[in-house]
């Protein structure tokens, strides 16, 4: 049973369109994450939720939206997609004792 | 804010060799964690190894160890005796408790295992 699984695994799709990313865990987690990794394979934090509640926002454009219905869930919604949105994106969920579980990714290419 | 340096971009080590990844870090907080994360070419990220501040012994897991020196800041990932299967990007990470418990990664190094 996947402990942090995200959906789709892979997505390609024109510029300008409008696409999601599902996570969802199952490990009674409080805290969820989004990260990037660029073409260099650099991992950046995107933003993160505590029980539902927004706790980072890192600099990301507006067109990037999070959003978590519940604990177990952290779902990320793109806005008329560029380019340079082109990555992998990992969720991750932690708890202080268990450390950080990481999604499988999903990687995005726009075209 | 957290900084996380890799100054290795990449390396090649012979098969059953040890190997040593470099990973310095600079925080002002007193209280933080060290993780290192194994990225096959397949893409998933898996935990390693992890040594909190206060641990007064290194860490140790399997053929993997953390030599951790506070005074220098410095946190290196040894392999012993590697095998093809550890080829792969290393990340170390540090837990920022300040920002939202959030992971700040180093740049990576890309290990190659050769026969």
């Known amino acids: 049973d996947t402990a942090v699984s995200q959906t789709p695994k892979y997505l390609v799709t024109q510029m300008g369109n409008d696409k999601s990313i599902k996570c969802e865990q199952n490990?009674?987690?409080?805290?969820m994450y989004w990260y990037k990794q660029d073409s260099k394979k650099f991992l950046k934090i995107m933003f993160s939720?505590?029980?539902?509640?927004?706790?980072i926002n890192e600099t990301v454009p507006n067109r990037f939206s999070p959003k978590s219905p519940d604990k177990a869930h952290l779902n990320l919604h793109i806005n008329s997609l560029e380019l340079g949105d082109s990555a992998v994106y990992f969720c991750?969920?932690?708890?202080?004792?268990?450390?950080?579980?990481f999604g499988s990714g999903t990687r995005l290419t726009v075209v | 804010a957290q900084k996380i340096t890799q100054t290795q971009p990449g390396m090649f080590v012979q098969e059953k060799e040890a190997v040593t990844l470099d990973c310095t870090y600079d925080?002002?907080?007193?209280?933080?964690?060290l993780f290192w994360y194994k990225q096959p070419s397949s893409g998933e990220m898996i935990f390693l190894i992890y040594?909190?501040?206060?641990?007064?012994q290194n860490a140790t897991e399997g053929r993997y160890s953390l030599n951790f020196q506070k005074a220098r800041k410095s946190a290196n990932l040894v392999i012993s005796a590697s095998q093809l299967g550890d080829s792969a990007m290393y990340f170390c990470?540090?837990?920022?408790?300040?920002?939202?418990?959030?992971?700040?990664f180093g740049g990576g190094t890309r290990v190659l295992v050769k026969p």
């Open positions: 991750a969920s932690s708890q202080e004792v268990d450390g950080y579980t």
């Open positions: 490990l009674g987690h409080d805290t």
């Open positions: 939720y505590n029980n539902k509640e927004l706790i």
């Open positions: 925080t002002s907080d007193q209280s933080y964690g």
């Open positions: 040594q909190g501040s206060y641990d007064e």
């Open positions: 990470a540090m837990r920022d408790r300040a920002a939202g418990n959030k992971l700040t």
